[in-house]
Nanobody
Framework: VQLQASGGGLVQAGGSLRLSCALS????????MGWFRQGSGKEREFVAS????????TYADSVKGRFTVSRDSAKNTVYLQMNSLEPGDTAVYYC?????????WGQGTLVTVSS
């Protein structure tokens, strides 16, 4: 399984961005798709995930109410809509996928939120 993330960039605080992650390869085995992020000098942290079978979503407390994760099964793509962005959201965002755990990772896309 290969993952290709896109959509990062520079945005002002309060703005929005949408990240996309396209999956290819043996995607029928994928049960979970999600997003993680890693800020400068910080450890990678979970952001959001979606279950491919029923669309059930999970979010980190820090992004609840601001971010929305979704998937388009026909396109094998997962999205992360990020609204009301804050400088603390600045990080490299990684998409990930797996069956019972996230074992497949994309290359990361940088999101920078200016104050």
């Amino acid at each position: 399984v290969q993952l290709q993330a896109s959509g990062g960039g520079l945005v002002q605080a309060g703005g929005s961005l949408r990240l996309s992650c396209a999956l290819s390869g043996r995607t029928l085995s994928i049960y979970y798709m999600g997003w993680f992020r890693q800020g400068s000098g910080k450890e990678r942290e979970f952001v959001a995930s979606v279950r491919t079978t029923d669309g059930y979503t999970t979010y980190a407390d820090s992004v609840k109410g601001r971010f929305t994760v979704s998937r388009d099964s026909a396109k094998n793509t997962v999205y992360l809509q990020m609204n009301s962005l804050e400088p603390g959201d600045t990080a490299v965002y990684y998409c990930a996928a797996g069956i019972s755990d996230f074992v497949y990772w994309g290359q990361g896309t940088l999101v920078t939120v200016s104050s």
